[in-house]
């Protein structure tokens, strides 16, 4: 069935394909899940969360996973984000790297109506996937911005990738399956803006962290704490030494005053995220 309606997604209008996407969602999920289309993009909705998807009929439907979607926000950003500091209400985020807003959700609800989530993703897909995720869930307290953090102000390509979060940022001339996007440095952006105190900075950005911590010095001054992560298991796995950047990343935080920490756990990402904090 899922099938059919994935081959009609790609020529029928979108209401007759999110009928039939709605009775199957009825027989899975009850009333906890319906699809919408919205501004352009397929949409899942649960009784308290509406995710733009645009690969909604790319893939086999996951239905615990969807219908658990707000759940799996908060339990993943406990996880990996705040496990030496919990961002409280009137806290100032800094996200370089926010991809579809996954992240950014639960970071909204920590900092509350007087706190500020500052939200970097240069991808034009993932980028309008965040912006809608925050207008559709009432996140008032986001700033999105697209742009790539890098050292000076540049012309990038993000390449495109069957998995969108392995998406990344290079120099070099356009593929098939790259945009063109703006590099900034972020000390820049955070100047432009007004941002006088960072209370937590997240960098999520696929093996950019050379490219862009330079570019984040007086950021990372301002800075309580933070979570870079590395991506050395992806040359690991072949895809490139540019990729490798752990020892970078760890020593470029030590050289800015924090006390940093890495955790031992099975998990193959979750060891290259390096935490960090100032004592003083």
Known sequence: MWDEIRSA??????EKVLQASNLLAANHTGNSLQFGFDDGYWVRITPTLRVPDPDLFSREPMWERWTGQEAKFLRDAEDYWFHVYKPQPGDVIVDIGAGRGEDVYAFSRSVGAQGIVWAMEPHPVSFGVLERLCRWNGLANVRALRIACTTEPAELQIETLPVWESNYVRAGAPSETS?????????????????????????????????????????????????????????????GEEFRTLAF?????????????????PRYYVPYHVHAWRTA
Not at 214 to 224: I, K, V
């Open 9 to 14: 997604a790609q020529g029928e209008p979108p």
């Open 179 to 239: 945009f063109t996007v703006t590099g900034r440095p972020f000390d820049e952006v955070m100047d432009e803006h007004g941002i006088e105190r960072i209370d937590f900075l997240k960098m999520n950005i696929e093996g950019a962290e050379r490219l862009a911590l330079p570019g984040c010095r007086r950021a990372l001054a301002r800075a309580r704490f933070a979570c870079i992560c590395a991506h050395d298991f992806r040359a690991d796995r072949g895809e």
């Open 249 to 265: 990343v760890k020593e470029f935080l030590r050289d800015a005053g924090f006390e940093i920490l890495t955790r031992d756990d």
